[in-house]
């Protein structure tokens, strides 16, 4: 069963707007990856925030993280159209290597 | 430029038949994943491997379904006999899973099925 949830499962943004995307989980984790998938391709690691850590920046990506909460955010800031695809998170909980993938959010961002 | 080579990238094939899909690992990775999405169940872990070594395969069904790594340029995944139902897109994953406690995946391109 997938652990991560992710809300929204749709977000159409214009290009310019920041967009926020969020994920819950249910078990302790060692790490919370995010990766994004383009249409027909396969998904591509973008930024991993580690158990200890609240919060990471890459480029225009931010990642937050909340165990207590057990939950964490990206936010995509001045998204481009090229930025359209879908996001999954994926939590790392020391289960010799698996990752638990959510369902995803489908992002688009209209010129 | 390393990457996850995955073959074919499309097959149509029919009921009953059987279809291999074909995966190279990055080389130096130790782990390999092969999933299946699809609309309605998303991303499944059907199973993976360590050092060529099957670590899991619950998310597979073991009747029509078989994975293996005849080395560890090559990992296979087998469906006899097909069926509509297992019409999906298959992706295999390969990554280093080891002290530095990062376990960053990276999948190829992935392939498309469809059972008629």
């Known amino acids: 069963s997938q652990q991560g949830e992710e809300d929204p499962q749709a977000l159409s943004i214009q290009e310019g707007e920041n967009a926020t995307m969020n994920c819950s989980y249910k078990?302790?984790?060692?790490?919370l990856q995010w990766y994004r998938q383009n249409s027909g391709r396969g998904l591509v690691h973008l930024i991993l925030?580690?158990?200890?850590?609240r919060e990471k920046h890459s480029g225009r990506l931010r990642v937050t993280l909340d165990t207590s909460k057990k939950s964490s955010s990206l936010l995509i800031t001045a998204s481009r159209a090229a930025d359209t695809a879908s996001y999954f998170c994926a939590t790392d909980g020391n289960q010799g290597g698996k990752l638990i993938f959510g369902q995803g959010t489908e992002l688009s961002v209209k010129p | 430029d390393a990457r996850v080579t995955q073959t074919p990238r499309h097959k149509v094939t029919e009921m009953g038949q059987e279809v291999t899909m074909r995966c190279q690992p990055i080389l130096g990775h130790n782990t390999v994943f092969w999933y299946r999405q699809t609309m309605m169940q998303g991303l499944e872990l059907l199973a993976y491997f360590r050092n060529r070594a099957p670590l899991d395969d619950s998310g597979m069904p073991k009747d029509r379904f078989s994975a293996e790594m005849p080395d560890a340029t090559l990992a296979t995944l087998k469906i006899q006999p097909s069926e509509p139902r297992d019409s999906a897109v298959y992706f295999c994953?390969?990554?280093?899973?080891?002290?530095?406690?990062?376990?960053?995946?990276?999948f190829g391109a992935g392939t498309r099925l469809s059972v008629l």
């Open positions: 994953a390969s990554g280093f899973v080891g002290t530095l406690d990062k376990n960053i995946q990276y």
């Open positions: 925030i580690r158990s200890n850590e």
């Open positions: 078990t302790s984790i060692n790490n």
